[in-house]
């Protein structure tokens, strides 16, 4: 199992690297830019310019990211 956690000031996020396709549903729905694609894999490279709204884990079809706040 290969799950990535980052940690910021509010949030912790979580990407399950075995799940992420790095399709992008994340970069796109992203209201702040929280999300790029790095390699294939998203990477919450803005973690403190979440703002919660939990639309990151709602739109991954893959259901690769646990977010502390949704």
């Known amino acids: 199992m290969d799950i990535r956690t ?3 000031d509010k949030v912790k ?8 396709n790095g399709n992008g549903a994340c970069v796109e729905i992203c209201p702040t830019s929280v ?7 998203t990477v919450p490279v803005a ?4 703002i919660e709204c939990c639309a ?5 079809p893959m259901e ?3 977010h502390s706040s949704c």
């Open 13 to 20: 996020i979580m990407v399950d690297y075995d799940k992420c």
């Open 6 to 8: 980052w940690e910021g």
């Open 47 to 50: 973690i403190d310019e979440c």
């Open 56 to 60: 990151c884990v709602e739109n991954c």
């Open 64 to 66: 690769a990211i646990v």
């Open 35 to 41: 999300y790029e694609i790095q390699e294939g894999k």
